[in-house]
């Protein structure tokens, strides 16, 4: 006991130096938050449970720091010999080890817990909900988990010296990859996705079991793993591994497991990008083979216009002369419209009709270029005249020009933006490109989305909010009302003048939020508020005018979840009797997601079920805490449903 | 003898070179398929372009560490300067490697590309010459920094991580946009622009290429013993601890100190009045009625400002200036505002036109909103409200008619019957608001001020003001927190009126049980729904 003390007692002396790093950095932080911040107005909630993956991430900084070297150094620099000559085992020394990092990681993250602590019970105020100290403890204990977890993981890594790093980051990547193709379970393995609060400071926060025991026989292998090669005397290994350094063999075997994990991850990465899987990108394969001389169907064509240069596949050059007959004065009214400068009409815009587009996706625009495909035939809607793709082209060709305007400005800004560029290409689409009822259809969509309260000026120009707690394609219609409004108000020729400003050399860059709108507006001579009044104006009439049409609609705001063999199953408070107003081919949908901050991409749908219930597969839904959210299709000739606020729920068993 | 060398370079890491060249080339290949693939991106190009701002660093700053800081690390460069041969054309040998790898790697990327799209890209020589340019040149930049890099020895990850942290800093959280300066510009628009060349991006790019290969040969050809040793030698742990130190002070430092340009703001089509220094403006949500009552009420609420702005002792040119724009619709005399990033103004909305809104409630309540960013939020501490909203009161009820204040006083009346008023009332008024409702919380607060104006005085009250809510606060500066910790408003409040709290708010209370006031004519009988909305 003794002796496990003195080694104990060295460990620390070893330690000390990063440990008073450590400390005087945290001394730092204090002095700073405490000299230049108003630290009575920081709610642990906020401060720290909304910055969940700041603290992990730095947890796994320190983890690195601290255990890389930890066990490999003292074979490195030859001391392990004399660790070896004490009456001392290896496991005693690997322990010592082992706990006095994990001491020193636990300390620190327990010391800024405190700290936040501390500033959430000054910025408490008479309204302020309880303390909520159960949440606060389930925090604490799984930081203190990630710290020990980490710390043992990059420990076992650690033995790879020099590769270390670089196998930590191709499993990093493999299980980042694993996710993005939503293999089931994946998730439980990732740590960084450990600490996961309910969305709701209120709510009860349950704790990850699952989770914590994968990652729990997870570290306990890997602290045995680590232990085992830590016992493993010099010798054979000491040459192998310098034969790895220094000889051909080791470099082309190093070489080779760099290939490899490039190879998976790229194969990852592949996978993940092909959105239909395999056997559509076998299709896709297929379809960019070069054409056989039997099979001219499939060649490409590159065919000029005044203003185009269009690629298209051979099969549908008849519907391509319609839409090129017409592609110019498509270019010469959005440009005029937009008023693009004459020195910018002279370079072509390339359409690339022959590759694949993202499902349900009907173009893309960049810089001078434009993705997209002209939508399937119909035999009930005959479209002779191309309309819908001359619709298309219109609409990527406005985000081109928008790009082109204000010289990529709005790229720099795109969280701030995004509703006013699909506005602004809506708007054309609709005006120049469509007939009536595209519009209609936009404006009772958004009167719906506006009796919810869900359309608020403030919160559109921030994307990444509004994408999340409303429908993240709800932009489309509201930015269009919006650039309705600019119209309105300044007439004609305001949104060109507005790109104007936006562009302008001598503009701030990277305005974020209101600020670039409030900015824009300002140079371009524009009150922004006026456009804001008359849009509540629009708003509020449109739904006085679709108020009876709408009626049948109510938005769904609570509801239940609950598991049933491989399905989680949501049982949503409807109004008695909501069928019986309902229009010819309105309908209902249910979207789930299994947290607040999924990608799109990890919702899953479902429609309308027996007893009134939604259920979509259990295995993406692995945490109790999960979101839903339910959508109106108005008719059965609506393109898109019209969403209510996300509801969050706990998944009783 | 230039052969030799070449020679001598290929022997020793012919296998690594051959290697990351044909693994570059393999993932570019990669790259190209999946983003054929992906019908997300913008076509095969995309994709390079990512390749080549994201992968291709990592060949680069292999193949320049292994021949360069490889010399170092395991001292062969003393073999060599031993030859009888100029040291620059050794480290120029290198350099031309270098720069012939990149090339190779980045051309390559560029025809895989070119052969992948298979038609689907309209390719021409133009077109062709941007992509090879602009590719080859970026990858000539990376060559010419990490070669400088590798040249710094022990201090290569220090200064590599500082380089990589400070560039994702200036990205992404100030104004610089560095996709628009060389070298960046060149990857910024690759693969969408066919018919502008970057020259300009190009020439620049090339300039700062050649700064960094003077700079390597600099360190370079400095002889061993001098910089290279001191930078070819193992950093030590304490070395690597203040280093991490260092590091990691200036980072928070800077993103502490970083203060991010204030935003301009105006009202284009505001009416505007100025009287004294306070400058008010007011945008009527109908554009198209005459204007003459908002100049008559913006010249009214601008005089009125600067008395009370007086009055509370805020000097003229802190008093920041006013916008108020009119939306209807806003229930119960209910205001909304919003915070202008960076800049101190006064943002306010507010039904200004509707029965029962008075220009004094306007004034009233642009003076607490003034209050509010002139302190930088700190008076909205609730602790602290209280006196704003009394102040307010004072101000909103100065010319009030009878009616108007028998109204308020019976307002106050009933709530403190109903929900009472004690200290714990007074200083948690979030709470008490949510009970009783904010409009009849200020009428409270109003109801006590008025009782303290007469127990005390309007000077001690004035003194009151000016020691609890009128400093100004800026931001970075943790002083009032501290003020506030050691100077918490009850003790100001007994120093400053010679009333503990205590006594002041039990004598407030009869006050205003002393005062049952009585409904305006025509308002609902008690029992009317409370104000639900909490002011800001």
Known sequence: MRAFRAILWKEWISLRPFALLLFALFVFGLFMVQATEYFDVYPFWENIIGNVGSVVAMTF????????????????EGT???????????????LAKWLIAVALLV?????????????DLLSRGSASPPVPWRSIGIFTVLELFLSVYFLTILIAFSFLRRWALIAVGAIFWILFGLKSMQVPYAGLLDPFTLIEAPAEMGERWEWPRLQLLVMSVIGVIAWVTGYLIFSIRQGAVSAFSRGMREAWWGKLAGGCAIVLVAVMWLGIFVAVSWEEGIEAARAEAEKARPAAPEDRKKEIVTRESGHFLFLYRRQIKRRMETLMAEADPIYETVADFLELPTERRGDRITVDL??????????????????????????????????????????????????????????????AARWFHEGLASYVEFRFFRDDSGATSYRRWVALAAKWEEVEFSEMVVNRTFSTERDPFLAYPAGYLWVDSLVRVYGDDAPAKLLRALGREDGPRKLSGLALWRDACLAAGFDLERVRSDFRNQLTALQEEFAEALAPFPEITAGTASRRGNKVVIRPELPDGWQAGLPEGAGILCRVRPRADASPGEWRYSKLGEDETFAVPALPFLKPGIGFQIGWQLDGGSSHPVFGEWVNVTVTE | MNRALLYKELRQHGIWLALLAALSCFVFLVIVIATGADGSSGGVFFGIRQGLSYFLTIPIFVICHLLVAMEFRRHTRLFLEGLPLPHWRMIAIKACLALFLAALMAGGAVMTGVIASAGSEAINGRFLGILLTSAITWAWFLTALFFLISFLGRYKVVILLALIFGLSWINYATAVPLRDFPPFALLSRFGFERDLWPVEDLQMTGLIALGLFAAAFLLGLAREGSVAAILGETMSYREKMLLGAAVAILFTAVMIWFTPQPEPFALPGAVEEEYDGVRVHLSPEDTTRPVDDDVALAAYLARRLAEKRDWLGIPKEEFPPVYVVERQGLVNEEIDWEEVEGDRVVLMYAGYRDAGFTRDTLVAFSMSVALSVHSHRRVDKEHRWWIVCGIEGLIEMEHADETTRLA???????????????????????????????????????????????TVGEEKVQALARKTITRRVTRQDSRPVWRELFAPVPRVFESTTGLTLEAFVEGARDYIITHPGAAAPGADAPGAPKTEEVKP
């Open chain 1, 61 to 76: 900084i320190l983890a690195v720091v601290v255990s890389l070297g930890l066990m490999v150094r003292e074979k490195d």
């Open chain 1, 80 to 94: 392990l010999l004399y660790l070896d000559g004490l009456p001392l085992s290896r496991f005693s020394i690997y």
């Open chain 1, 107 to 119: 300390s620190i993250n327990l010391l800024w817990t405190l700290e936040s602590i501390v500033y």
């Open chain 1, 354 to 415: 022959s590759s694949p587009l993202a499902a349900h996706n009907a173009g893309q625009a960049y810089w001078k270029k434009i993705r997209m495909a002209l939508p399937a035939r119909d035999k009930k809607k005959p479209d002779p005249e191309e309309r819908e793709g001359i619709a298309i082209l219109g609409h990527e060709l406005t985000h081109v020009f928008i790009d082109q305007i204000t010289d990529g400005r709005l790229e720099e800004s795109f969280d």
């Open chain 2, 408 to 454: 308020r006083e019976k307002s106050a009346y009933d709530t403190v019957k109903e929900h009472g008023f004690t200290v714990e009332k007074l200083l948690g008024r979030n709470l008490y608001s949510e009970e009783a409702g904010w409009r009849e919380a200020d009428a409270v607060a109003w109801m006590a001020f008025r009782y303290l104006t007469e």
